[in-house]
């Protein structure tokens, strides 16, 4: 009896060996298996791990990529959103480059002035210490203000002057007319109306404005001087974003005041007053006696 039962274990044992054998043959040579060795499609460890894999991937492809600039901007984005960070990026970076400090402006607007009149003398290439000599600003500062916006110089020639006027044209908004309303028709507004420097530079006197009967309805280089109550009215219909001041100095702030009516973000104020303006329009003093004490420094120092 015991030799029966022990012959109907060997048997048994042998069919599931066999069986086991057969199954894992054919899993070995299942597409499956040779992708992921020891995991037939047949068997239940095979059934798990593929139910694992097909989880995992699509975890993989639903779970949001945050990169690294969209971490930095606080914005979780996929591989698709992470260019438009990029972008949104680019663009911020950008807007900061166009907040220059007015000491860059200065000096960018001096650069450009020196420039055209290098071209105008026939010259196609100046070096930085060409520029800093005209500008009176240090060559090695000349070359950081160049390099900020991308203005490379070549080795052995220097700056190319049409392509640097361009550039610097561009960064300072020059590239189109601008046109000027002038107020003080007296011999400083004369002077400013018949100066050649503002052509050069895309300004243009479109109107000019006084209060003395002898020169209301004159022509001043091409310009015909109107009365100050046709001040606003013509301004706006001109769409002038300029203005300057050539009055004496009791009348600039009330003219100051007609400007920013008129829609004038931009005055340059000649007289010798201080003026004042609200907010979103840029004065800009320039008096000839405040800049000859600046000079003084300078002469009471130098020898001889």
């Avoid at 600039?252 to 010798?272: C, K, P, T």
């Avoid at 907010?279 to 003093?285: D, L, R, W, Y």
Wanted: some cysteine.
């Amino acid at each position: 009896m015991e030799v029966n039962q022990e012959k109907k274990r060997e048997q048994t044992t042998g069919a599931d060996a066999g069986a086991f054998a057969e199954r894992s043959e054919e899993g070995e040579n299942s597409p499956g298996a040779k992708k992921n060795p020891g995991a037939g499609e047949g068997s239940a460890a095979g059934k798990s791990f593929e139910r694992t894999s097909k989880r995992s991937t699509v975890r993989r492809a639903v779970r949001p990529r945050t990169s690294v600039l969209a971490r930095g901007a606080g914005v979780t984005s996929t591989a698709g959103t992470a260019g438009t960070a990029g972008k949104a990026g680019r663009g911020k970076v950008t807007k900061e480059k166009a907040e220059l400090s007015p000491g860059v402006i200065e000096r960018l607007s001096m650069y450009l002035n020196c420039l055209v009149q290098f071209r105008e003398r026939g010259y196609k290439y100046v070096s930085s210490k060409d520029i800093g000599m005209c500008s009176n600003v240090n060559p090695a500062e000349v070359r950081r203000d160049l390099i900020r916006f991308g203005s490379l110089g070549r080795k052995g020639m220097g700056y190319p002057v049409d392509d640097l006027i361009a550039n610097l044209r561009k960064i300072l908004g020059a590239r189109q007319k601008r046109l000027i309303a002038l107020v003080g028709a007296g011999n400083l507004g004369t002077a400013i109306i018949n100066y050649d420097g503002l052509k050069r530079h895309g300004f243009h006197v479109a109107l000019a404005f006084d209060n003395d009967p002898a020169k209301i309805g004159k022509v001043i280089g091409g310009i015909k001087v109107l009365p100050p109550q046709d001040m606003v009215s013509e301004i706006k219909r001109n769409g002038i974003r300029i203005g300057i001041i050539a009055t004496p100095g009791e009348a600039a702030q009330e003219v100051a005041n007609e400007l920013a009516r008129a829609g004038v973000r931009v005055i340059i104020n000649y007289s010798d007053s201080l003026i004042t303006a609200p907010p979103g329009v840029t004065v800009h003093n320039s008096n000839p006696v405040a800049e000859l004490l600046h000079t003084l420094y300078f002469l009471s120092n130098s020898k001889g």
